[in-house]
């Protein structure tokens, strides 16, 4: 297992709702940015939502009035609370950490260069 363990994902249809989680796994993160980022099949990755260590909070426009990420710098652990999901949201669900971004650079960082990554979850959405 790595640095960043991610659950919580499962089939779902539209319109219900979901929360994925993310675990750090033998390390702390409390000091780095945090995210989430999506990849559909044959589609690139992309920026979700991140959160700083303070709580300030960045989302794509396509989630940010469904979905809602928070952290928990206690559990060290990350959230992303996803409401009214549609079929476009399926997606493999990666949680980062990086120390090297702020929370709206994140969103346009090359996402290789992101220090941690989990292995994801599988969110499948039907209509």
């Known amino acids: 297992q790595g640095p960043l363990i991610e659950s919580g994902g499962r089939s779902v249809h539209s319109g219900d709702s979901l929360r994925l989680s993310c675990a750090a796994n033998g390390r702390t993160f409390s000091d780095y940015i945090m995210g989430w980022f999506r990849q559909a099949p044959g589609k690139a990755r992309e920026f979700v939502a991140s959160?700083?260590?303070?709580?300030?909070?960045y989302s794509a426009d396509s989630v940010k009035d469904r979905f809602t990420i928070s952290r928990d710098n206690v559990k060290n652990t990350i959230d992303l609370q996803m409401n009214d999901v549609k079929v476009d949201d399926t997606a493999v669900y990666y949680c980062?950490?990086?120390?090297?971004?702020?929370?709206?650079?994140?969103?346009?960082?090359?996402?290789?260069?992101?220090?941690?990554w989990g292995q994801g979850t599988l969110v499948l959405v039907s209509s």
């Open positions: 959160i700083s260590a303070t709580g300030d909070t």
């Open positions: 980062t950490a990086d120390r090297g971004v702020t929370v709206q650079t994140m969103a346009s960082a090359p996402y290789r260069y992101l220090e941690f």
